[in-house]
């Protein structure tokens, strides 16, 4: 049986909210746009697709021009990422070495194209995964990315581990157990399984698949 784990990016995986931010200023002042952002601002439109950034910070415009300042906006900050990336969390290469041996290992995200190769490329994570989907691939949800790269991989059983509430809501849509990267960016106010940091994802990824593998069992 090939089991696999797929990881969300942002707030899960690195923290380039600093980055992001100052990148997206730079743009808007580049280019003469009135536009600023704060950190808040970003935090708040993390794990969205690009569609629902756009909705949210440029609602004077229709979608297609709120699109164009998008894929500016995200042009110039992989750019600006590939010489200032973000901050990868304690312990990562050592926690991403131990899964990989044992499990395949993808990234799954909400960002436009260009994005998570940025962050493969410039923190050395290539050796670790397996592939990875995002929004601007296919210009499908988060759920459907899960299914169409589960399909395609010809994978059996995965977990998902992201930071957000959407995060979840995404997991359970396409069917798969969810962990809660609790030290990222958003909070989750229920019984989900969660880890308060990357080190306790070794134990926490045995524990998921053993309670998959049991409610199997309570099936037959």
């Not at 629902?52 to 229709?62: I, M, Q, S």
């Not at 290469?93 to 436009?112: G, R, T, W």
């Not at 899960?146 to 995060?167: N, P, Q």
């Amino acid at each position: 049986m090939k089991k696999a784990i797929f990881f969300d990016l942002d707030g899960t995986l690195w923290n380039a909210l600093s980055q992001i931010t100052i990148s997206w200023n730079l743009t808007m002042e580049k280019y003469h746009y009135a536009y600023r952002f704060n950190l808040e601002t970003v935090k708040s439109i993390m794990g969205l697709t690009p569609e629902e950034t756009c909705r949210l910070l440029f609602n004077d415009k229709n979608l297609k021009d709120g699109l164009e300042i998008f894929h500016l906006l995200v042009k110039e900050e992989i750019n600006y990422l590939s010489k200032h990336p973000g901050i990868i969390y304690e312990n990562e290469d050592n926690v991403l070495s131990v899964l990989s041996a044992k499990y395949d290992l993808y990234v799954v995200s909400n960002s436009d194209k260009g994005y998570i190769e940025n962050y493969l490329s410039t923190c050395n994570k290539e050796k670790y995964f397996k592939g990875h989907i995002c929004a601007g691939d296919l210009g499908l949800a988060k759920w459907q990315n899960i299914l169409y790269l589960k399909k395609k991989e010809k994978i059996d059983e995965v977990i998902y581990v992201g930071d957000t509430l959407k995060d979840k809501i995404e997991s359970e849509k396409a069917h798969v157990k969810f962990i809660h990267a609790a030290y990222g960016f958003g909070n989750i106010n229920d019984d989900s399984l969660k880890i308060n940091n990357l080190n306790e994802l070794i134990l926490k990824v045995e524990e998921a698949f053993a309670e998959n593998v049991q409610k199997k069992q309570l099936k037959c």
